[in-house]
């Protein structure tokens, strides 16, 4: 899906050299340097997300910045490429002496550079997490529910909300997140006591007739999907699938989707925030109005610019005395939970060995070429 900052140069070392050969990472002096891995060029693009952060700090430096000092948005694109990931990371820290990694949006960027974060007593706030790593790692909490939350959401509105007995699902899976799916449906048995009518975790691109006909065989009456929308609901009309549910995962959430999905089709989308193309649910005001004042994109990515810019400056105002790395991995690590609208649960770092904070998923249903926001506020899995 096709979702960023300018790439700052590497900035001239104007200060001496520590004896461990790197910058010192903060102080009480000029600006406070946040890192970011995006992807604005590749295969997976977010050019909005790293513009949005920056769009927050701005705000808070015309407002005095933080304890006098400015935030200054260090952003690197990957283009999900893991030698320029693991560089960018290493840029960050030992060149630019960032303080923090927040509003990262990569496909590569946790499970590449976990190790790195560890070793170097760095947080990351992810404004997007894609592969599990975000999600089991120490130094990092994304603000998203991820693909693995949002997929046992999926299967669990599809089972109690909608009450289909024969469930099913249909994905593409990016290198390295087949198990995290796998859990993810395992949670949902174990919450449900139910079992998948149909699992597909290799659909790929072309033709999707094989993928739905297999579907039919199994009289799935509800099905997950994650790829091209367009062909896919176009054959299923033609395979006359009128009465199936289709449940689409958060990147399939645009208006440029809901727009081609047939008027006599079934398409239901899971989303990671309350929904964007609804600018009055809570929370949502204050983000377009943001994107809105910057010519920004206004997408589910960009909502999760603007809340983990904003959690990360909400942390960083608690700080007693020097904003430093350690300080801010101290504080990240002892913060208490933070309620933010948008979002289906607190959110919150914490000292634990993994962190996956965000469990809810709010649906929307196609509706007239655009996206209805369905009743019942967030669904958050729970034994039943």
């Not at 690197?76 to 290493?90: E, L």
């Not at 999926?154 to 699902?169: F, G, H, N, P, Q």
């Not at 958060?250 to 989707?257: G, L």
């Not at 983000?287 to 206004?298: R, T």
Request: aromatic share 8%; proline share 6%; glycine share 10%.
């Amino acid at each position: 899906m096709k979702r960023t900052c300018t790439t700052a140069a590497a900035a001239a070392l104007a200060i001496s050299l520590t004896a461990a050969g790197c910058q010192s990472s903060g102080g009480s002096d000029g600006p406070i340097k946040v890192g970011s891995i995006n992807g604005i060029t590749g295969l997976f693009q977010t050019p909005e997300v790293p513009k949005a952060v920056k769009a927050v700090f701005d705000e808070v430096n015309a407002a005095g910045g933080v304890g006098g000092r400015k935030l200054e948005l260090v952003s690197r694109d990957d283009a999900m490429d893991p030698a320029r990931a693991g560089q960018a990371a290493r840029e960050l820290i030992k060149s630019e002496g960032v303080v923090a990694m927040a509003g990262s949006s990569s496909a590569v960027d946790c499970g590449l550079n976990r190790a790195t974060y560890g070793k170097e007593k760095i947080v990351s706030i992810p404004a997007v997490g894609v592969d599990p790593s975000c999600f089991t790692s120490p130094n990092i909490a994304p603000v998203n529910p991820g693909p693995y939350a949002l997929t046992t959401a999926m299967l669990y509105y599809a089972s109690e909300t909608l009450k289909r007995d024969k469930v099913c699902i249909d994905y593409t899976v990016l290198p390295g997140s087949g198990g995290g799916i796998e859990n993810a449906i395992k949670e949902w048995t174990n919450l449900t006591g139910k079992s998948l009518a149909h699992k597909n975790l290799a659909v790929g691109q072309g033709d999707p007739t094989r993928y739905l006909v297999a579907d039919k065989n199994a009289g799935c009456q509800a099905v997950l999907y994650n790829a091209t929308v367009a062909p896919w609901f176009a054959q299923a009309r033609t395979q006359g699938m009128q009465n199936v549910d289709f449940l689409l995962a958060a990147n399939s959430y645009t208006d440029a989707n809901a727009k081609v999905i047939p008027a006599d089709m079934n398409a239901y989308a899971g989303t990671e925030w309350q929904p964007y193309t609804d600018p009055t649910l809570p929370g949502n005001e204050r983000w377009a109005k943001l994107v809105d004042e910057n010519g920004i994109q206004k997408t589910a990515f960009s909502q999760g610019a603007v809340m983990a810019a904003d959690v990360f400056v909400q942390v960083l105002k608690g700080i007693q005395g020097d904003i430093t790395r350690a300080s801010v991995t101290k504080a990240f690590k002892d913060m208490k939970p933070i309620d933010y609208p948008m979002a289906g649960s607190p959110w919150v770092f914490g000292p634990g060995g993994e962190h996956s904070p965000i469990k809810g998923s709010q649906f929307v249903k196609a509706d007239k070429g655009g996206w209805k926001v369905l009743p019942g506020g967030f669904t958050v899995p729970t034994k039943k």
